[in-house]
C-alpha cells in the first residue's frame, strides 16, 4: 500500500457512518440509519451537526422507519434541535418522515430489497434513492460511498469529492486506479478518508508530508 494511503487510512480513515456510531451492516436498521445520516448530511451544514442530530434522532426513538414515522413532527424537530440542527429542522423533519414511510410501503421497511428492485445497477439505484425526499445527487453520494462496505455491487464508488481528495494527496483520480490502491474491504474507509482530505487541506498537508 502506498505510503500516502497508509497514512491517510490511519489518520482518518473512518467511514462517517462509524463516526456517528452506525455500525455498517447489511441490515435493515443499520442500512436505514444510514439513509437518514446522508439526508442530513445533504444540507449545508457541518457533519459534525448532521451527526449529532441523527444521534438524538435515533436516541429518540427514530432509529428504524416504524420508529421514525411514530416520532410526531414535533419530537422530530426537537431532537434536531438538541443535535443543533436548526436551519433546516422544520423542513428536514417533515422528509424524514416522509422517507420513513416510504421506506414501509416501498420495501416493507428493509433497504435490502432496493438492490434486489434496482438489480444492482448503481444508475437505477440511484434513481431509487432520488424518490427519497431530501435526498439528492449529493445525498446518493454520501450514502453509496458508505455502503460499498455492506454491498459490494457498488464497489468502487467514488464521487467528485473522493476524486478531488485523490487529487490534492497526488493519488490517481481513475476510480479503477484508486480502487486498487486499497483492498476492496477497505473502499468504504478510503472513501471517506479522500472526502476528509477534501474538505480539509490541513490534514491533506499533514498526509502528505
Known amino acids: 500500500m502506498d505510503a500516502v494511503v497508509k497514512k491517510l487510512l490511519h489518520e482518518a480513515g473512518e467511514t462517517y457512518a462509524e463516526e456517528a456510531g452506525i455500525p455498517l451492516k447489511d441490515q435493515p436498521a443499520a442500512l436505514w440509519k444510514l ?32 420508529g421514525m414515522a411514530k416520532l410526531s413532527w414535533q419530537e422530530r424537530v426537537d431532537a434536531l ?7 433546516y429542522d422544520e423542513s428536514t423533519a417533515t422528509r424524514l418522515g416522509e422517507m420513513a414511510e416510504l421506506v414501509q410501503d416501498k420495501y416493507g421497511g428493509d433497504l435490502r430489497r432496493l438492490p434486489v428492485t434496482a438489480e444492482r445497477d448503481i444508475d437505477r439505484a440511484a434513481e431509487l434513492l432520488k424518490e427519497f425526499k431530501g435526498i439528492g445527487p449529493t445525498g ?16 468502487p464508488y467514488f464521487d467528485g469529492q473522493t476524486r478531488k481528495g ?20 477497505e473502499l468504504g474507509r478510503f472513501a471517506a478518508a479522500l472526502v476528509r482530505a477534501a474538505r480539509d487541506k490541513k490534514l491533506a498537508d499533514s498526509v502528505k508530508s
Open 35 to 66: 439513509l437518514v445520516l446522508a439526508n442530513l448530511m445533504s444540507a449545508r451544514i457541518s457533519a459534525d451537526i448532521a451527526m449529532a442530530a441523527a444521534h438524538e434522532l435515533f436516541d429518540a426513538g427514530g432509529g428504524t422507519p416504524r
Open 81 to 87: 434541535g438538541r443535535g443543533h440542527y436548526v436551519r
Open 140 to 155: 446518493v453520494d454520501i450514502f453509496c460511498r458508505e455502503a460499498q462496505s455492506v454491498w459490494p455491487w457498488l464497489r
Open 166 to 185: 485523490a487529487q490534492r494527496l497526488g493519488l490517481p483520480a481513475d476510480p479503477e486506479r484508486l480502487a486498487g490502491e486499497v483492498p476492496d474491504k
